[in-house]
């Protein structure tokens, strides 16, 4: 597409956006994410899948970057099913290539070089079971990428003979080859075993370095895990972040309504070195790896959680000093406010939110939110996990004081894009933070089996 053929249809959609100069011209370089008249309902069958999309400003550019039956054809051995995406967010070289994990049954990382356009597979289970299901995405503050499987059981007793719901750090994630290149250096790959087991999806660092995690299940929890370790001693080598802490389940009242907003507590489940506390559940793999059980010892009485419905993405957005945890709960479709601060939780989306193409509830157009984003103007974008060429769209929260609710005059949500191709569904929506006009999303298990990158501009 050329980025600035603005034809009659073009011109509407910036009018409607605010964005056209007197003369009649668009503004170049001026085009928001956030400047879009709401779609009124979703998209049928793309015609072209390396061009899927259909937005609520027909400005944005979408190119298609990677896809599996490129990768195949080259070599790189890729199982599809991509998921979250991530870029190099610190360091000399930030913003420099684009990081997706495979949420398959034999799972691996690629890696983009956003200026070359190179993709390349820089790890990869040695067979099908060994690693699955890699979902989370993330670049931590020290300059590593972490990923985790979306896979655990449920047990009372604890899950004795599953290996999976592990958490990994890749501490090389610039410098690793291709394992198409065996003389290359291979990915430094760490299970990082004091995070608890369960069903990995969304996680976030708040400024104090806690990072959030979830158990996707219904009636799974929410996280938090404090290292032990100082930023300086992280930063300096002197200690790794992951090398003790504790984690914590939250806890909203006394943790037996679920689906809970009001006060919050966090309640420990292991000690600071994060060795399950007396009662907390553990497990020996058939790996020989002895890890806390987080999903099954937070139904227990003295741990107890409060329980949503598969919790998945979290997304923590920053005004004026205030941090919120975004969480998406797919099961009942809402979206939940975190202040971090304040410890209190509510409801910012779900079906009662005002769907600003109707002025009316947005009712069941917005259905199974499953992924979060936010913005370069702190917006909060919310992506379902729904049928591409039926209902799979992504929505743009308004909240003009940015206060966590879409309560306010003019507030609501706004369909903000749709996936046409058949099959698909949308995943990994993020924001390039080095680039406030570029995003990208990923084409997720296709009928087609060609899962994409797509590269999202503004003019």
Not at 377 to 382: E, L, V
Not at 383 to 394: A, L, S
Not at 419 to 429: A, I, K, M, P, R
Request: aromatic share 8%; with cysteine.
């Amino acid at each position: 597409m050329k980025r600035l053929n603005l034809g009659l249809t073009v011109l509407t959609g910036l009018v409607a956006a605010g964005i056209v100069a007197s003369s009649g011209t668009a503004v170049a370089g001026n085009v928001r994410f956030s400047d879009f008249t709401p779609l009124a309902s979703s998209s049928g069958p793309t015609a072209n899948e390396a061009a899927p999309i259909t937005f609520g400003n027909p400005a944005f550019d979408q190119r298609s970057i990677a896809s599996v039956n490129e990768q195949l054809a080259k070599g790189e051995p890729n199982s599809g099913v991509w998921d979250m995406n991530t870029v190099n967010e610190t360091g000399p070289r930030k913003g420099s290539h684009l990081f997706t994990p495979f949420e398959s049954g034999q799972s691996g990382i690629q890696r983009t070089n956003l200026a070359s356009g190179e993709t390349e597979t820089i790890f990869y289970s040695p067979a099908p079971g060994d690693f699955v299901r890699w979902d989370a995405s993330f670049w931590t503050p020290w300059g590593t990428f972490v990923t985790a499987e979306e896979e655990w059981c449920d047990d009372p007793t604890g899950c004795k003979t599953n290996p999976y719901g592990r958490l990994f750090e890749l501490n090389n994630p610039l410098t690793a080859s291709s394992v198409t290149k065996p003389d290359g250096e291979k990915a430094d790959l760490k299970h990082r075993n004091v995070i608890p087991r369960v069903s990995h999806e969304g996680i976030q660092f708040d400024k104090n370095l806690n990072m959030y995690f979830i158990d996707e299940l219904n009636g799974g929890s929410l996280y938090r895990y404090s290292s032990a370790a100082s930023r300086g001693q992280i930063e300096s080598g002197r200690a790794g972040y992951f090398d003790a802490g504790q984690t914590s389940v939250l806890r909203v009242g006394d943790g037996s309504t679920p689906n809970a907003s009001g006060a919050y507590t966090w309640v420990p489940i292991t000690d600071k070195k994060g060795k399950a506390l007396p009662g907390a559940l553990t497990i020996t793999d058939p790996n020989g790896v002895t890890s806390v059980d987080g999903r099954n010892t937070t139904n227990r009485p003295q741990f107890k959680g409060t329980d949503y419905q598969r919790p998945e993405d979290l997304q923590i957005q920053t005004v004026k000093g205030v941090e919120r945890l975004y969480m998406a709960t797919t099961t009942t479709n809402e979206v939940y406010a975190l202040d971090l601060g304040t410890q209190t939780a509510s409801v910012f989306a779900n079906r009662s939110t005002t769907d600003r193409s109707t002025g009316a509830a947005v009712g069941t157009g917005l259905s199974s939110p499953d992924n979060l984003a936010l913005d370069p103007d702190n917006n909060i974008y919310i992506v379902e996990d729904r049928n591409g060429g039926v209902d799979d769209d992504i929505w743009s929260a308004r909240d003009l004081n940015l206060d966590g609710d879409l309560t306010d005059a003019g507030e609501g949500l706004g369909r903000w894009a749709s996936n046409g191709t058949v099959g698909s569904e949308f995943t990994g929506l993020y924001f390039d933070p080095t680039n406030k006009r570029r995003a990208w999303v990923n084409i997720q298990h296709p009928a087609s089996r060609n899962d994409r990158v797509i590269e999202i501009t503004t003019p």
